[in-house]
Structures are given as structure tokens and as C-alpha cells.
């Protein structure tokens, strides 16, 4: 045998044992992120986020290091399915950081079921993501839990009596949150007298708002994300609407002020969390640790983010085992689990905890009240 | 709907066709001249807004010195195209002059994608083009008033640079008969190569405009409003510069006005726009103006 073949040879058997150890000593997470596309921002922050925390809670669990999986989503439903069997498949990940926002997550959902691996999303709001199923979870509430404190807070705090929406129908997310606001707000004995909508992507709205404008109503509700809601806002105060605009969790995007500008002053929106101050001792640690890092105000994505992690960290842990069937039971009794954006609960897949309501002031959310929906 | 309603809708429908006609431009000229769609027009739309963006956000220069900067930089990259990507395949089949611009299309999205990121940034917009001024009733933005205006004096430079100047009828020919215009001693190259000095310095102009109406910037901003100035380029009678600019009017409003009466129909207004162009394809394939005016500029 030649040197080289038997360098060959050491080689192989070298990189064959590395695999097998690295597989018994380290735990595969998959991340299933938006990196690039219209929503990159979401999934960049959501990636931030679980970076950041490893560096607080440290990135090993059962003595074993944990390690993450990232697959780029690009924003998209196919390719959100497609990261997601890849993840399963090739990668082998016990358990899956699951896309932003719900029409991936809904691609992505029956293939973890199928394959019996659990799948959380930090972020996608839509019921239909959980609903029926037993291994997708999220870190956060639901639309209709979002919107219900909405209309809420529009119809007791603000005092609208009519209201317009303007909703983009090519997002599960946008379609559930207005439908959702509207059949509570006119439960609540208010009226949305005009529906709009509009597609992702689209950067002119003036056909839609000269409509709702038309129309006059006291508040202009917008469950989109951040791209669309900034120029909605500069479009429709160009066009002379002066009532108040209201938003949902897609509002929370450094992106909203530098495209938004002073057209986004006075917007109200719902969030999971404002980030001025922890809830908690880990919610402190995690805000104190990224100011410090990335020199500004942490955001909600990155704190979901951070949560998710959090939740599967803690059930491997409680599961005592990588057994995808058993983290799966772990996650469904998660109970009071303090985590970056305060107590969580986990029932039936989703995540239970009250609704922060904010307000641009100045070029920055301010904490208006928190709303549980009664 | 009332008439103010109505007039402020045309109103919309005058503004966002405005800017597809200016985009429209830029692909009648260079198809004019050379018989290639450009498709990376687009994509130099999308990097004069970066150019302009970084010249006022990193050097902190002016307004008007940075847009002026942001035009001269892609009226270089759109030489840089020519000469790297579309002369070594001067004299191939035209489809495959076609598959690479809509692969330097791709390379150039996905290289910004990687060099400045996805997430959009905020454009900024001196008060000239953001200040509202109100005509009958209707709300008008600066910018929607500027837009035509600077097509029309951009349509006079052009007409002048076409029939009055020697590089304009150099270009001329070539749009003519390449080989003959070589042998009369013309550099073909070198005219070629303004051809698309020239295209690309208004997908420049028409880039900062948009950015200026629409001030969100990304790496993917340039495609449908690309494809929709083609579609206008194409109802206009491609080659043909005034058809190009009443193309993007009619895009612009047919847009508008299928959100403004149709609210139902809001999902299919890009689809809409497409089916314009596939109506035009079929029935009148030289588009509106293709057949009236022969000259091709």
C-alpha cells in the first residue's frame, strides 16, 4: 500500500468515526428561517435571538452539546417545506425552530407531523398552524386572541365607532387578523364599513386608501407587515386620512421609521412584548446582554426566538431524552415556564400570555397598557 | 364613488404610470437600437436607488449630488454589462443573448442580496418630491407631478441625442444594419456601449423617482416594476419611445382603476397587467404605436 492510499484510507476511517461521535455527543436543532425574501428581517432577528440566548443558558442539555441546524426559507411556502423534509431527512434534528410566519409554517407543519418531529415557531399567529395537530407548537398567542384585544382596545381605549380594513390577502396571517378584527369589533357594537386589500409585495396602496378614505371611518386597521404597513401609512396620510391607524405584531420592524418616517407617528399595535423592560430575571439578562451587543432596543422576533429555544431546551431537559414523541409531550406540558418575554403555558400547541399594546412615539414604540381580552 | 374620488383615483393611476413610462423608456431604447430586452434594466433601476442611498447614508453628500452620482455609476455598470456580458455574444443565436440577460438579471438581485442584505432600508426624499399639493380636490405628491415632467424633458434630450448628434445617427444605423454601419467605419462597439450608457443612466433616473414615491429600498424592488415597464414597452409598440410612455400611462391606470372599481378583484391586479401584455402579444403584436410610426428610435 502506497503512502498516499494509506493517507486515504486514515483519512476515511478518521472522518467516519469523527461522524460517529459527533452524532452520540452533540443534540441537532433545526432552524427553519426566513434569511432572505420579504420577510428576511423576521428570520434574521428570530436567528439573533437564539444566538443570544445560547450565550446566557450556555448551549449544552442532557450533557450534550446542542447544536443548530440553519436552513435558509427564502420566504417562501415550497421552500419552507422543502428546508423542513431536508431538515428531517439529512440533517437528522431531533427538533425544528420552525419559519416566522404562517403560511410557511403551515407548509411545514404536516411534515413534521408526518415524521413525528416537533416544530415550533417563534412567531406564525394564524390558528390554523396548531390546529389538529400534535407536534407544532408556537412561542407565541394567536390571531384571534390578537385581534380580540385590538378590537378591544379600539372600542374601550379609543373609542372608534367605525373602522376600515385593509388586509394583504396573499398572507394567512393578514386575511385571519382582519377577519377576526372585524367579527369582534362589531360584536363590541362598532362597524367596519369598508374591506380592503392588497397583495405582499405591493408598493402601491393610493387605489385602496382613496377608497377607505371615501369611506371616512374613525380607525384604520392594518394586520400586515412592517414594508407594507410603513408605506400605507405614508401613502394614506399623503392622501389626507387623519384618524388613527392601528397595527398588529408585523408593526415591529426597526424598517417601519426608516421607511415610515413621521408617517408612522401615532400608530398604535399589538404586540407580544415591549422591550424597555424584562418581565423577568432571564427577560433582563437577555435585554441588558443585546444592548450591549448590537447597541439598540432588542426586538420581539429575536425575544420569540430566544423562547422557542427556551421551550425546547426545557422539555429535552424535563423529557430526559432525544426521543422526538417524548420532547413532543415535554413541550405540551410546558407550565408557567419563565422565558425572555415573561410566563408561558402551552395548551393545545399554542403559547398563552397577555397582549402588550405600544404607540410610535418619537421614531420608537412606547408601552401603552397590556389587554387580556375579556 | 364621487368625481373627487374619481379624479384623485386617475389621479394615482397618472402617477404610478408615469414612472413605469420612464422605466418603459430604458427598454424601447436599447431594443430600439439593438433588438436585445435588456432585462438587467431592472436591476440598474434597483442600484441607482442603492447608489444615491449610500452616496447620502456614507459620504453624507447632497440630495441632487448624490442622484447625480447614483445615474453617472449605473450609466457605468450598464457599459460594464455590455461589455462583459452581451459583446462576446454579438453575433449569437438572439436567444441566447436573451438567457443572459435574464441571467445577469439574477446575478445582479442575488448579489445584492448577499452585498447589502434583504431587509429594505428607507429612502430619503428631499421636500420637492414629498410635499402634497391639493388640485381640485385631488391630493397630489410632488413626485407624481415631477415624474412626467422630467420624461418629457428626458424624451427631448433623447430626441435630440437620436436626430441630432453623430453618435445618434451612428446608433441609428446600427438599429438599421450592423454589419453595414461596421463597414462604413463606424465603431459599432463604441456605439453600442453609449446605447447602454444611455438606457441604463435613465433606469437610474427612473429608480430614484420610484424610490421617491415609494421610499423602501431592497434588492428585489426592481423586478415588478421591470416586468410591468415591459408590459408597457411591449402595449406601446416596443422600439418605439412615445409608445413606450403611453404604455406606461395605460398600465398605470388599468392598474388603478381595476383596485378602484373591483375591490374584489385587488388579488389579480398584477395578473391583470399580464394579461394586458398577452392580449397585446396575440392581437397586436407591434403594439399601439408599432405600426403608425415606422422609424424606430
Redesign the interface.
Known amino acids: 500500500m502506497s503512502v498516499r492510499k494509506l493517507f486515504v484510507v486514515v483519512l476515511c476511517v478518521g472522518l467516519l468515526l469523527g461522524g460517529v461521535v459527533s452524532a452520540q455527543e452533540t443534540i441537532r436543532i433545526g432552524a427553519n428561517l426566513e434569511?432572505?425574501?420579504a420577510v428576511?428581517?423576521y428570520g434574521?432577528m428570530i436567528w439573533e435571538g437564539v444566538n443570544l440566548i445560547r450565550e446566557i443558558v450556555g448551549d449544552t442539555v442532557l450533557g450534550k452539546k446542542v447544536e443548530l441546524v440553519l436552513v435558509d426559507n427564502k420566504s417562501d411556502k415550497v421552500e419552507a417545506a422543502n428546508a423542513t423534509t431536508r431538515l428531517i431527512d439529512k440533517e437528522n434534528v431531533v427538533a425544528i425552530i420552525g419559519p416566522a410566519i404562517s403560511g410557511s409554517m403551515l407548509a411545514a407543519g404536516p411534515i413534521c407531523e408526518e415524521k413525528q418531529i416537533p416544530i415550533i415557531s417563534a412567531t406564525a399567529t394564524n390558528p390554523l398552524v396548531t390546529q389538529g395537530k400534535k407536534f407544532v407548537f408556537r412561542a407565541c398567542f394567536l390571531d384571534p386572541y390578537q385581534a380580540a384585544a385590538a378590537a378591544q382596545f379600539a372600542r374601550e381605549d379609543l373609542k372608534a365607532e367605525t373602522a376600515a380594513v385593509l388586509s394583504d390577502?396573499?398572507q394567512d396571517y393578514c386575511v385571519a387578523l382582519g377577519n377576526f378584527f372585524k367579527e369582534e369589533f362589531e360584536k363590541r357594537g362598532g362597524k367596519v364599513i369598508v374591506?380592503?386589500?392588497?397583495?405582499t409585495?405591493?408598493?402601491?396602496f393610493?387605489?385602496?386608501l382613496?377608497?377607505i378614505i371615501?369611506a371616512n371611518p374613525d380607525l384604520l386597521y392594518v394586520p400586515n407587515y412592517y414594508?407594507e404597513i410603513?408605506?400605507i401609512c405614508?401613502q394614506a396620510r399623503?392622501?389626507?386620512y387623519e384618524g388613527i391607524i392601528l397595527s398588529a405584531d408585523g408593526a415591529d420592524a426597526p424598517?417601519l421609521?426608516?421607511?415610515?418616517?413621521d408617517a408612522v407617528e401615532g400608530l398604535y399595535h399589538t404586540a407580544i412584548w415591549d422591550a424597555t423592560k424584562g418581565l423577568n430575571d432571564i427577560g433582563q439578562k437577555y435585554i441588558d446582554l443585546y444592548k450591549e451587543r448590537f447597541g439598540k432596543d432588542p426586538n420581539m422576533f429575536g425575544a420569540l426566538g430566544a423562547d422557542a429555544y427556551l421551550i425546547l431546551i426545557h422539555a429535552i431537559e424535563r423529557a430526559g431524552s432525544t426521543d422526538p414523541v417524548k420532547i413532543r409531550e415535554a413541550i405540551e406540558d410546558t407550565e408557567n415556564l419563565d422565558v425572555v418575554t415573561g410566563k408561558v403555558t402551552i395548551e393545545n400547541g399554542d403559547a398563552l400570555k397577555p397582549v402588550v399594546v405600544r404607540k410610535v412615539e418619537g421614531g420608537k414604540f412606547v408601552f401603552v397598557k397590556t389587554v387580556t381580552v375579556e | 364613488m364621487n368625481w373627487v374620488t374619481f379624479f384623485q383615483q386617475l389621479m394615482n393611476g397618472v402617477s404610478v404610470g408615469s414612472l413605469y413610462a420612464l422605466l418603459a423608456i430604458g427598454y424601447t431604447l436599447v431594443y430600439g437600437i439593438l433588438g436585445l430586452i435588456n432585462f438587467a434594466h431592472s436591476d440598474v433601476f434597483m442600484l441607482g436607488t442603492y447608489f444615491a442611498f449610500f452616496m447620502m447614508a456614507i459620504f453624507l453628500l447632497p440630495w441632487w449630488l448624490s442622484v447625480l452620482i447614483g445615474v453617472a455609476l449605473c450609466a457605468v455598470v450598464g457599459m460594464s454589462i455590455e461589455r462583459v456580458a452581451y459583446r462576446p455574444l454579438r453575433n449569437a443565436p438572439r436567444i441566447s443573448a436573451l438567457i443572459t440577460a435574464v441571467g445577469v438579471s439574477f446575478f445582479i438581485e442575488n448579489l445584492g442580496l448577499v452585498t447589502v442584505g434583504a431587509r429594505p432600508k428607507g429612502f430619503p426624499r428631499p421636500d420637492l418630491m414629498k410635499n402634497v399639493y391639493i388640485l381640485l380636490g385631488a391630493r397630489i405628491q410632488g413626485v407624481t407631478f415631477w415624474v412626467p415632467v422630467i420624461s418629457i424633458l428626458i424624451l427631448f434630450v433623447l430626441f435630440y441625442i437620436v436626430y441630432r448628434t453623430k453618435i445618434g445617427i451612428a446608433m441609428r444605423a446600427v438599429s438599421r444594419d450592423m454589419e453595414t454601419t461596421r463597414l462604413m467605419g463606424v465603431d459599432v462597439d463604441r456605439i453600442i456601449l453609449y446605447t447602454f450608457a444611455l438606457g441604463s443612466a435613465l433606469a437610474g433616473i427612473g429608480g430614484v423617482l420610484w424610490a421617491c414615491k415609494y421610499p423602501q429600498i431592497n434588492p428585489l424592488m426592481g423586478i415588478f416594476p421591470g416586468w410591468k415597464a415591459f408590459t408597457a414597452a411591449v402595449v406601446g409598440g416596443i422600439g418605439n419611445v412615445v409608445g413606450a410612455m403611453l404604455g406606461g400611462f395605460i398600465i398605470g391606470l388599468a392598474e388603478i382603476l381595476i383596485v378602484a372599481f373591483f375591490p374584489g378583484l385587488t388579488g389579480y391586479r398584477d395578473a391583470f397587467v399580464f394579461t394586458i401584455l398577452i392580449v397585446f402579444l396575440l392581437v397586436r403584436p407591434g403594439g399601439l404605436m408599432g405600426e403608425a410610426v415606422r422609424e424606430k428610435v
Open positions: 434569511m432572505t425574501g428576511a428581517a434574521q390577502i396573499a374591506e380592503q386589500h392588497c397583495k409585495g405591493d408598493q402601491d393610493s387605489a385602496q382613496t377608497t371615501n414594508t410603513a408605506l405614508r399623503d392622501l389626507g424598517e421609521f426608516s421607511v415610515g418616517g
